[in-house]
């Protein structure tokens, strides 16, 4: 079964830094991974999807890194700003299902 | 930009109650999931559903939960009895399937309260 850990749980730092999200997984069988931004009692927006055959994918200023070998996922986020605050979700595909990490919550203080 | 729909946005029932929460995927897409987060918990898989039928369940996915398009835009999940367990968000996703991609759009989700 596969098991999806994030780290850190929660995350707070002043605006203008440099946010670094972690993400682990045990079996590195996976079609893709996608990283989430979920908002207090909303749903979720898709932000990344990596491809099993990349090792990295930017979109404006994120970045996400992936080493399939290892379990690993890293998310970038650069300049950080008061409206990032949300929590982070991580997701593995396997066999066309979603299996989730619990997600690290993000406080961005201005 | 296309987008994955819901109704209702919340629904408080009682318990042994049958719900229905529905789902409008993104037109072009073919395959279809169910999803639910207790409060506080992880997002969880429920169901995929592809050319009419299931293609995977969980084990949380029981005798009381069922799927169905009725037509060709509409995707419904069924809880049969409601138990105060399955009080949860419920996220209804879809994927044009193809392989390797498959980034799963989600809905803004179902808040489903048991009484």
């Known amino acids: 079964k596969q098991e999806v850990t994030q780290i850190p749980a929660a995350l707070s730092v002043p605006e203008g830094e440099n946010l670094v999200l972690n993400c682990s997984f045990t079996?590195?069988?996976?079609?893709?991974l996608q990283w989430f931004r979920q908002d207090p009692g909303k749903g979720l927006t898709s932000l990344l999807l990596?491809?099993?055959?990349?090792r990295e994918q930017t979109s404006g200023r994120l970045n996400a890194s992936l080493d399939k070998s290892s379990g690993r996922s890293t998310l970038y986020i650069a300049a950080s700003q008061p409206g990032d605050s949300a929590t982070y979700l991580c997701a593995v595909s396997t066999d066309y299902k979603l299996s989730f990490g619990a997600g690290t919550t993000v406080t961005v203080r201005a | 930009e296309p987008e994955v729909t819901q109704t209702p946005s919340h629904q408080v029932t009682q318990m042994g109650q049958e719900v229905i929460l529905r789902c409008v995927p993104i037109?072009?897409?073919?395959?279809f999931y169910w999803y639910r987060q207790i409060l506080g918990q992880k997002v969880e898989f429920l169901v995929s559903?592809?050319?009419?039928?299931?293609?995977?369940k969980s084990e949380i996915f029981d005798d009381q939960f069922s799927v169905e398009r009725p037509d060709g835009s509409n995707f419904t999940l069924k809880i049969r009895s409601t138990k105060l367990e399955d009080s949860a968000m419920y996220f209804c996703?879809?994927?044009?399937?193809?392989?390797?991609?498959?980034?799963?759009?989600f809905g803004p989700g179902t808040r489903l309260t048991v009484l």
């Open positions: 990596i491809q099993s055959s990349q």
């Open positions: 559903f592809y050319n009419n039928e299931i293609s995977e």
């Open positions: 079996d590195s069988a996976i079609y893709n």
């Open positions: 996703a879809s994927s044009n399937g193809l392989a390797g991609v498959n980034e799963q759009f």
């Open positions: 037109s072009n897409h073919l395959y």
